[in-house]
């Protein structure tokens, strides 16, 4: 579930900005609706995350605070509040708000 990019990306904007409309995780990631909303869905399935309707709209957050711990411990701050990691096939950097 971890393993892929975009699902890391995900949990990374909702640690860093909180609850997020699905448009702005689309604009964060780069990619077309229907596959954030999948990625969105699998995470929901695994209890990762979150959401809460309004109207039309879905606002999505992280649901355990264990996950967003997770991250912060794994993107440490090094003075410089920003922090990357290196894996096989990308990079994910993490920059404090």
């Known amino acids: 579930m ?15 900005d909180g609850e997020l ?20 869905t699998l995470l929901r399935m695994t209890g990762l995350v979150g959401y809460r309707r309004s109207g039309k709209h879905n606002f999505y957050r992280l649901e355990s605070g264990l996950i967003r711990d997770l991250l912060e411990q794994f993107f440490a701050d ?15 950097a993490y920059k404090r708000k």
Request: glycine residues 6%.
């Open 21 to 40: 409309h699905v448009s702005a995780l689309c604009e964060l990631l780069g990619d077309q609706q229907p596959a954030v909303s999948h990625h969105l």
């Open 2 to 16: 971890l393993a892929d990019e975009s699902r890391l990306k995900i949990l990374l904007a909702l640690s860093r």
């Open 78 to 92: 090094t003075g410089t509040g920003h922090k990357a990691l290196q894996f096989e096939d990308f990079s994910l």
